[in-house]
């Protein structure tokens, strides 16, 4: 690929994407800076895996997987292997927006599989661009979102002291598309 094409790419998928995987990285980093620096190298490496001619199928997931992996070296070197605490979040948390403190609370009761077909979908992807990115079937999609929401929703129940959520199961949740 030439370097107008892949920059033509990346930028597409820069503009559309970017926010999405600096949330994600956020949720484990708990540190805004931390969390941008890693999704550009992500999209570094799209863009170099392109100039060197790679044949990338699905540039979101392909960037996504990179991203992964940059987070677990980054908890390798920071020698956490267990989820930040709240002191340590708060502690590092001055610089960030308003109401992100609680998206990453809620977004922490959720499996990465499950967290990241949300953000798929939160994306306006059609289940079954989705299971085409994440190489699963379309019922795994509609699975793991059932269960997401479920999770989300008994998180804010109990966050909003509820307890329990009243006429939500299972058998409620119907697929958007």
């Known amino acids: 690929m030439n370097e107008n094409d892949a ?6 998928l820069f503009d559309r994407w970017y926010m999405a995987l600096v949330r994600y990285a956020l949720r484990t980093s708990a540190n805004y800076e931390l ?13 170099q895996a392109l100039r060197a ?12 997987c990179v991203l992964r992996r940059a987070m677990n070296r980054q908890m390798k070197d920071r020698k956490v292997h267990e ?20 998206i990453r609370s809620l977004l922490s009761v959720l499996s990465p599989r499950e967290e990241e077909v949300l953000l798929l979908r939160l994306e306006a992807l059609k289940y079954r661009e989705i299971a085409g990115q994440l190489g ?27 307890g329990s ?9 119907t697929r958007a598309s």
């Open 7 to 12: 920059t033509d790419v990346v930028a597409a």
């Open 35 to 47: 969390a941008e620096d890693l999704a550009q190298e992500a999209f570094m490496q799209l863009y």
């Open 53 to 64: 001619g790679k044949s990338i199928q699905h540039p979101k997931a392909w960037t996504i």
């Open 83 to 102: 989820p930040l605490d709240e002191s340590e979040i708060a502690g590092s948390a001055e610089n960030e927006r308003p109401g992100l403190m609680d």
């Open 136 to 162: 699963i079937s379309m019922n795994s999609v509609n699975t793991l979102l059932a269960r997401a929401l479920r999770k989300l929703q008994q998180a804010t129940a109990r966050k909003t002291g509820e």
């Open 165 to 173: 959520v009243k006429g939500h199961d299972k058998k409620n949740v």
